[in-house]
């Protein structure tokens, strides 16, 4: 192990901590320091012990060795509120707001301002108002503080969880994969946040797989590897490769499997694709083929999630005709898309995605059991070793990293979880394959067994759309570049010549007259 950050100024200090799940010791006699007022970037492929190691701190879990310091004073932290009061601060990568309060509410939840009038304690609703709008002046946060946060979006719902952070006056702030949800020009804001916050001798653990994002914020960058940390170094002696080096602990020489598949026939073929919901898409023409990669790019706000999770079935659309395999057809839910033999790999798999409280073996058989639930029974009863054949194809085909089929998928890391619905959608046989974000929060080296098991995926025929934000993703994977802007598809691009100035000009170039757009 190399450590060439040493000094006795450490603001949050760890010494030898380990932390065992069943069938996992997720981290192991782990040492880490941050010096006040720095910028430290903790990187490491999924399944790392990152975000483990984070909430030992935070008192999310409680470590089984080892010893937490802060300003050289030893911490016994049994719980997050102990953690805040001792100002530690914690961004979490699993955004869970109080969807039903307002964006004010969520910021002080746990210590709304009160007053007492009559001997009666209230709660001080005008001072909450004023110190919120205070708050997100200063951040340069653009939100209404009395916005319901089911109204918001999930970058908006991001910029609260930021905020909600620096109004505790923490010491040490954890920020836990913070940009994963924010638009370029937010993440600008989170960084000039950060950069204040450092100046003011905040301490700032920044996790994160984007390693632009980690080169350009960071001071120095601790790498972990199975639970253990591989060595902390001066950001400015890394780059790309050093850093995806160490943490693979292997180099990887192609960010992207080499193409193989031939696109044959139109399977998949929308006509005026146009949404029930106002301001959504319109007037959508799109065709997808047989062993075909189709990426579709564009901004936030472009629809195109909307659009996919349309043609799943999952919203109504206006007008406009729907063809698999030159045959119209109505697909109004997602049970009737299964049937017509699509899958929908969606954008946040934690939300949406997996079941948590569940184990490997039941995500994985769920939706073919939901589609035939005759398949898993003998008799009345659920077989397991019917489940257990299912879903061990899957295990030994995509090489999903689990201690049992019988562990909850909670504890797996992103790129297994991710792994583990591909299997789950390809349990189903499907010819299409509609893949939403699917390398979101997944460390370089995952990211590439993803791609390689997209790419084989395509080689067997398999129709793939897949959204992604990440220009180099969309290039180096794509045969064509479907381009949405503004709820419209604004060109179409050749995979093989497409460019990012391309993409971007058609992203942000289409403009819809007021009678044009959808209302």
Not at 45 to 73: H, P, V, W
Not at 181 to 197: D, M, P, Q, V, Y
Not at 211 to 235: A, H, K, N
């Amino acid at each position: 192990m190399e450590i060439l950050m040493n000094d006795d100024s450490s603001m949050l200090e760890l010494r030898n901590i380990s932390k065992t799940f069943p069938g996992v010791k997720a981290l192991d006699r782990v040492s880490f320091q941050i010096k006040p007022g720095r910028v430290h970037a903790l990187m490491g492929e999924n399944g790392a012990g990152k975000s483990t190691l984070m909430k030992c701190i935070f008192g999310i879990y409680r470590q089984d060795e080892g010893e937490i310091f802060l300003n050289g004073n030893l911490l016994k932290i049994e719980n997050p509120r102990q953690a805040l009061d001792s100002g530690i601060a914690m961004i979490h990568q699993e955004l869970q707001p109080i969807r039903t309060r307002s964006a004010m509410e969520n910021i002080w939840a746990g210590r709304i301002p009160s007053r007492r009038f009559l001997g009666v304690r209230w709660v001080d609703d005008q001072k909450m108002l004023e110190d919120t709008k205070s708050l997100f002046e200063e951040l340069g946060i653009d939100i209404d503080p009395g916005t319901i946060v089911s109204n918001l979006s999930s970058s908006h719902c991001q910029l609260l969880e930021i905020a909600r952070a620096v109004s505790s006056d923490a010491r040490v702030i954890i920020m836990d994969e913070p940009t994963s949800s924010l638009t370029n020009a937010e993440a600008k804001l989170l960084f000039g946040i950060i950069r204040k916050l450092s100046n003011k001798g905040v301490s700032i653990v920044f996790i994160s797989h984007k390693i632009d994002e980690v080169l350009e914020i960071s001071e120095e960058v601790t790498i972990m590897r199975d639970g253990q940390i591989v060595g902390t170094w001066p950001t400015n002696e890394l780059n790309n490769d050093l850093i995806v080096k160490r943490m693979v602990g292997r180099e990887i020489n192609h960010r992207f499997p080499p193409k193989t598949h031939t696109p044959g026939d139109v399977i998949l073929e929308i006509q005026g694709f146009t949404s029930a919901k106002n301001h959504s898409f319109a007037k959508v023409n799109l065709s997808l083929r047989k062993g075909e990669i189709l990426g579709i790019g564009g901004l936030v706000g472009s629809q195109r999630t909307e659009l996919v999770e349309s043609i799943f079935g999952l919203h109504p659309v206006r007008s406009g005709k729907l063809f698999i395999n030159g045959q119209e057809t109505v697909i109004d839910s997602p049970r009737k898309a299964i049937k017509d033999k699509m899958a929908l790999l969606t954008e946040d798999r934690r939300i949406s995605g997996i079941f948590p409280k569940l184990t490997v073996m039941e995500n994985i058989t769920i939706a073919k059991q939901s589609s035939d639930p005759a398949i898993y029974r003998k008799g009345p009863f659920l077989s397991d070793p019917l489940r257990i054949h299912a879903a061990n194809q899957y295990i030994d085909a995509f090489a999903i990293k689990t201690a049992s089929l019988k562990t909850f998928i909670k504890y797996l890391s992103g790129g297994n979880q991710q792994k583990v619905l591909l299997g789950r959608w390809m349990l189903t046989d499907p010819e299409i394959l509609i893949m939403d974000e699917p390398t979101r929060g997944i460390d370089a080296g995952a990211k590439y067994e993803i791609y390689s098991l997209i790419e084989k995926m395509a080689n067997n025929g398999k129709a793939i759309i897949m959204i992604s934000s990440e220009m180099p993703e969309l290039l180096g994977m794509s045969d064509r570049i479907a381009v949405m802007c503004e709820g419209r598809l604004s060109g179409i691009l050749d995979g093989k010549t497409a460019t990012d100035e391309q993409v971007m000009r058609l992203a942000s170039s289409y403009k819809l007259s007021d009678e044009d757009r959808v209302s």
